[in-house]
Nanobody, 124 residues
């Protein structure tokens, strides 16, 4: 079965950096669009970034553009989220998501598979 396992979260000060990883198994990774979402306490889960299955297209939420970078290593079945210049409003649980052959990327309903999440806390 498909499994997505996130890692790399933690506590960081404002302006710091973190690199999240999501290791996938049970799927042909290169066929999957991979997304990162986050959820702050009391708020809905929101889109952060996505890397389309074609290996060419990446997309970002306006709030993280320039500061965050999504990348993928198909040989390692892993997608990454490099987060720089972190702000307190970036705090939340970060989730990795996957769906096959998807060209859409923004909505949570786009993705069939989800990881358990990793906590990111940015202190002011």
């Amino acid at each position: 079965q498909v499994q997505l396992v996130e890692s790399g979260g933690g506590l960081v000060q404002t302006g710091g950096s973190l690199r999240l990883s999501c290791a996938a198994s049970g799927l042909t990774f290169s066929q999957y669009t991979m997304g990162w979402f986050r959820q702050a306490p009391g708020k809905e889960r929101e889109f952060v970034a996505a890397f389309i299955w074609n290996g060419l297209n990446t997309y970002y939420a306006e709030s993280v553009k320039v500061r965050f970078t999504i990348s993928r290593d198909n040989a390692k079945n892993t997608v990454y989220l490099q987060m720089n210049s972190l702000r307190p409003e970036d705090t939340g649980v970060y989730y990795c998501a996957a769906d096959k052959w998807r060209n859409s990327y923004y909505a949570t309903t786009t993705y069939k598979y989800w990881g358990q999440g990793t906590q990111v806390t940015v202190s002011s």
